[in-house]
């Protein structure tokens, strides 16, 4: 079925680095694309999208991209901060169907 | 700013039991989705409706069902409730139908005895 994963479960890096956190997609279909990021006990938090018709788009340092030919997603954070430590869920979307990745766990250490 | 609202918060029932949970989208928001999140799993969508029609259906159970009502708000009805059904049930709302950013509310915690 549909699915969409992660490479790595989790990801530890020093504060100041940058991040990278990859996942895979599957479903041709999806045009739409977002990261999440959920803390212990929270609920899902937007971060960053991306359309389809798209292969980067950048917010406040953070940078999404996009790569239909190898159906890839990556989220990069810029200077990584102890308060970026969470969950970070990628997202497909086809329609009004959402589907999550397993999530990636980022660990920053002070 | 108005966030999604959901209630309860907590929820415990017994094996075989109805429950109901509740959602408020963000005022002017016309699609509430829900999800269903088991301990350190990815949340995995249920159900969408979009202006008070059903838009989309995910791996939502037989025994689960859900609405939108003319106030927009939502509501999951879980019925025989099930051990496995124990989880974090997270509605989110967005405005402007599929392909735009969802807000998520703080999520029910339904523990089944």
């Known amino acids: 079925g549909e699915s969409v994963g992660l490479h790595l479960p989790t990801l530890s890096v020093q504060e100041g680095d940058n991040s990278i956190i990859n996942c895979a997609y599957s479903?041709?279909?999806?045009?739409?694309f977002i990261w999440y990021k959920q803390e212990s006990g929270k609920g899902p938090q937007f971060i960053i999208d991306i359309r389809s018709n798209m292969d980067k788009r950048q917010g406040q340092r953070v940078t999404v991209l996009l790569n239909k030919t190898v159906k890839h997603l990556s989220l990069q954070i810029a200077a990584t901060q102890p308060g970026d430590s969470a969950v970070y869920f990628c997202?497909?979307?086809?329609?009004?169907?959402?589907?999550f990745g397993a999530g990636t766990r980022l660990f920053v250490k002070a | 700013a108005a966030g999604v609202i959901q209630s309860p918060r907590h929820l415990i029932k017994e094996k075989r039991e109805t429950a109901t949970l509740k959602c408020y989208p963000i005022?002017?928001?016309?699609?509430v989705y829900w999800y269903q999140q088991g301990p350190g799993q990815d949340p995995q969508f249920l159900i969408s409706f979009y202006e008070k029609m059903q838009s989309d259906k995910g791996s939502i159970p037989d025994r689960f069902s859900a609405q939108q009502f003319s106030d927009y708000h939502s509501e999951l009805n879980m019925s025989s409730l099930e051990l496995g059904d124990s989880a974090l049930y997270f509605c989110?709302?967005?405005?402007?139908?599929?392909?735009?950013?969802?807000?998520f509310g703080p999520g029910t915690r339904l523990t089944v005895l």
């Open positions: 005022p002017r928001h016309d699609t």
């Open positions: 479903n041709s279909a999806s045009d739409y």
């Open positions: 997202a497909e979307s086809a329609g009004f169907k959402t589907i």
């Open positions: 989110a709302s967005s405005l402007g139908g599929r392909g735009r950013e969802q807000f």
